[in-house]
């Protein structure tokens, strides 16, 4: 047999990414979702810092939830993903980027890693972890919001207020998708 000559024990990355409002974390969840239907052992996880709409559960903008585990640092991964065959880690850009290597070692040992997060900050730069991440990764998928402008695809992620910090967890009252045309980088900088 075919197989037979290659012992395949699983265990990849897939990276859901793009701008705010365009569906990675009801993504994340409806492939979650299908694994747990399959009885797969799934484990979520979600950075302590977006509290944005609940503080255990990762809720999507259209109000989609799961129960995750609360985590301050990607190595609290390890310690929860022990039995698990499916992870799920969203808003992967509030995280270190020890969440490379981390991903790259539950791979590795067999995992699926699904990993939801920003590719660009608002000031349109690649936000970090994302592109080491979109590297390893076996599977991308980058879906597209609507520019709140135009109405064009949209990739870029528009904030509203001032403010320098790299990091403001806010939804739409702070942000908003635009296309690469509508989008207005920062002046400042």
């Not at 609360?70 to 039995?83: G, N, R, S, T, Y």
């Not at 040992?109 to 939801?116: D, L, P």
């Not at 135009?150 to 296309?179: F, H, M, W």
Request: net charge negative.
């Amino acid at each position: 047999m075919v197989g037979d000559w290659y012992p395949h024990k699983g265990g990849w990355i897939e990276v859901i990414c793009g701008s705010m409002f365009s569906g990675k974390t009801e993504e994340l969840i409806r492939r979650l979702r299908r694994a747990q239907i399959a009885k797969q052992k799934v484990v979520v996880f979600k950075p302590r810092i977006d509290n944005r709409y609940d503080d255990e559960n990762i809720v999507s903008h259209s109000q989609l939830q799961l129960p995750s585990i609360v985590i301050d640092k990607p190595e609290d991964i390890l310690q929860h993903a022990i039995f698990a065959q499916v992870i799920g880690i969203d808003e992967v850009q509030f995280l270190s980027t020890d969440i490379v290597e981390i991903a790259q070692k539950l791979a590795d040992s067999g995992k699926r890693v699904i990993i939801a997060g920003l590719d660009k900050d608002y000031r349109g730069r690649p936000f970090p972890p994302m592109p080491e991440l979109l590297a390893l990764a076996e599977y991308i998928t980058k879906p597209l919001a609507i520019c709140m402008r135009c109405g064009a695809p949209a990739n870029y992620t528009q904030r509203l207020t001032r403010s320098d910090k790299l990091v403001e967890v806010g939804a739409d009252e702070i942000y908003e998708a635009r296309c690469r045309h509508c989008f207005e980088p920062p002046k400042d900088e």
